[in-house]
T-cell receptor
Framework: GDSVTQMEGPVTLSEEAFLTINCTYT??????LFWYVQYPGEGLQLLLK?????DKGSNKGFEATYRKETTSFHLEKGSVQVSDSAVYFC???????????FGKGTTLSVSS | GAVVSQHPSRVICKSGTSVKIECRSL??????MFWYRQFPKQSLMLMAT?????????EQGVEKDKFLINHASLTLSTLTVTSAHPEDSSFYIC???????????????FGEGSRLTVL
């Protein structure tokens, strides 16, 4: 079945460091891909998305490119801030379009 | 953007009691809502898909008699954990899909989550 694998955390960085959180997927066809973020004490929020191969989603300085050949959707940010500390979830939309399949989440902790 | 609200945000109950969690779409109608469960340090697990006016569709391994879902209106779905036990303690999150279809936009709107602790 469809699945998402993302790197284990926690990821601990200093402010202004470069961030990469790896995400790979297994799915039928070409699913839409997403990154969601969960800040402490809050619900999930959509961070960015890509709906087809080679699309690049971007928001708040974060980027991820849909790579069909490597079935990946890695999240990157050039310079993280303390306020980026959160749990990040990679997800794909199943082929039926009825539900999102999530990875396990990666906790990011940024210190000043 | 669209807002989904869950209530209560936190609940503590005794073993054997039943707990109801509400999920409301505040500014849009949602024909479909989803219920997820999140274990510590693990991902969200889809429990069931709640369809307005019909029975919920449960994922494999989820006990439908244990987790009762009712989607009585286009703005409200409820999850009732019946005869709760400590192993049911978890973070439950609902999401709603804007009426008109998911299409390829993939934008589900999530509630804040409800933390259930069963003593």
């Amino acid at each position: 079945g469809d699945s998402v694998t993302q790197m284990e955390g926690p990821v601990t960085l200093s402010e202004e460091a470069f961030l990469t959180i790896n995400c790979t997927y297994t799915a039928t066809g070409y699913p839409s891909l997403f990154w969601y973020v969960q800040y402490p004490g809050e619900g999930l929020q959509l961070l960015l998305k890509a709906t087809k191969a080679d699309d690049k989603g971007s928001n708040k300085g974060f980027e991820a490119t849909y790579r069909k050949e490597t079935t990946s959707f890695h999240l990157e940010k050039g310079s993280v801030q303390v306020s980026d500390s959160a749990v990040y979830f990679c997800a794909l939309l199943n082929q039926a379009g009825t539900a999102l399949i999530f990875g396990k989440g990666t906790t990011l902790s940024v210190s000043s | 953007g669209a807002v989904v609200s869950q209530h209560p945000s936190r609940v503590i109950c005794k073993s054997g009691t039943s707990v109801k969690i509400e999920c409301r779409s505040l500014d849009f109608q949602a024909t479909t809502m989803f219920w997820y469960r999140q274990f510590p340090k693990q991902s969200l697990m889809l429990m069931a898909t709640s369809n307005e006016g019909s029975k919920a569709t449960y994922e494999q391994g989820v006990e439908k008699d244990k987790f009762l879902i009712n989607h009585a209106s286009l703005t409200l779905s409820t999850l009732t954990v019946t005869s709760a036990h400590p192993e049911d303690s978890s973070f439950y999150i609902c999401s709603a899909r804007v009426q008109g279809g998911f299409g390829n936009t993939g934008e589900l709107f999530f509630g804040e989550g409800s933390r259930l602790t069963v003593l």
